[in-house]
């Protein structure tokens, strides 16, 4: 019905070329997964995604050919006041994506509240695949 990319959250790879990846990564910017859940309704498919500290201007959402894309992008501030002693907060983007078929594309509805996305897509009414042409 529906295919999402996994979450994977693995400290050692299958594949000895990753051990490279971080050499050459650049560092400024940290890629970070967020976990979502895909509700299957009757009519409607409802995609929750965790996102705290998130505002909506750091969140894309685009429905194309049977695939949602939910990716996420935050800059970080850049502040004059150098007297950290540790810091993490860093920029990080990340990119989610999920085959859901048989969607209405003009009733997509999305919502960011409390740092959780909340999107809603309304299945089509005459999902089909095939058509029959006439011939003249």
């Known amino acids: 019905m529906y295919k999402i990319k996994p979450y994977y959250n693995n400290v050692l790879s299958n594949n000895v070329f990753d051990l490279f990846d971080d050499f050459f990564k650049d560092t400024r910017v940290r890629e970070r997964n967020f976990k979502i859940d895909v509700r299957d309704l009757k009519d409607k498919y409802i995609v929750e995604a965790e996102l705290p500290g998130l505002s909506k201007e750091d969140v894309n959402i685009k429905y194309e050919n049977d695939y949602l894309t939910v ?5 970080e501030v850049k502040e004059e006041n150098t ?33 959780i996305l909340v999107i809603t897509l309304n299945k089509s009414e005459h999902a089909t695949n095939s058509y029959l042409i006439d011939i003249e």
């Open 71 to 75: 990716s996420v992008h935050k800059e």
């Open 83 to 115: 007297d950290y002693v540790h810091k993490e907060i860093t920029s990080f983007s990340s990119e989610r994506r999920l085959y859901l078929p048989d969607v209405d594309p003009t009733k997509l509805g999305a919502k960011l509240d409390n740092g």
